[in-house]
């Protein structure tokens, strides 16, 4: 399965918030869409950076409540996986595993086209498999 089926499913949506917002407007985003992450976006397109529940929780453990005031520019990770539409599950699979990240944009010619997050991928391998064992099952019945 290619990264753009699993898109023509779930839908292109991406919700996005600029650098330049505070940490506190980043949280109510999560919470509207009901995410663990948004990406950044910037001057350089087609984004900066991401900004995930898991950078809140570490700033809020660092520097208390005053980080709820920072922009999201000094919490948010700079150094972002990307894949594109035709980049198999797999090998998405291996990235997210081997870099232990939750969420990685999708970018086509410059442009943001989808964000999938782990929760896309085990949704869609766990379909894979549940067709695959039916299709086992009808071969072994005969059907």
């Not at 984004?47 to 709820?68: H, K, M, P, Q, Y």
Request: proline share 1%.
């Amino acid at each position: 399965m290619r990264v753009s089926q699993l898109l023509a499913t779930k839908g292109h949506d991406v919700a996005t918030i600029s650098q330049e917002r505070s940490v506190t407007d980043a949280l109510a985003l999560l919470k509207e869409h009901g995410i663990g992450a948004l990406v950044v976006t910037g001057a350089k397109a087609p984004l900066v950076g991401i900004i995930s529940e898991r950078d809140v929780v570490r700033a809020l453990a660092t520097s208390g409540e005053s980080a709820l005031q920072q922009k999201v520019a000094e919490l948010m990770s700079t150094e972002v996986s990307v894949c594109n539409e035709s980049t198999e599950l797999n090998e998405l699979m291996t990235t997210m595993t081997e870099k232990r990240i939750r969420h990685v944009p999708v970018v086509e010619d410059g442009h943001l086209t989808g964000l999938i997050s782990i929760g896309d991928v085990v949704k869609a391998r766990l379909e894979e498999l549940e067709h695959d064992k039916k299709d086992l099952l009808d071969y072994v019945s005969g059907r």
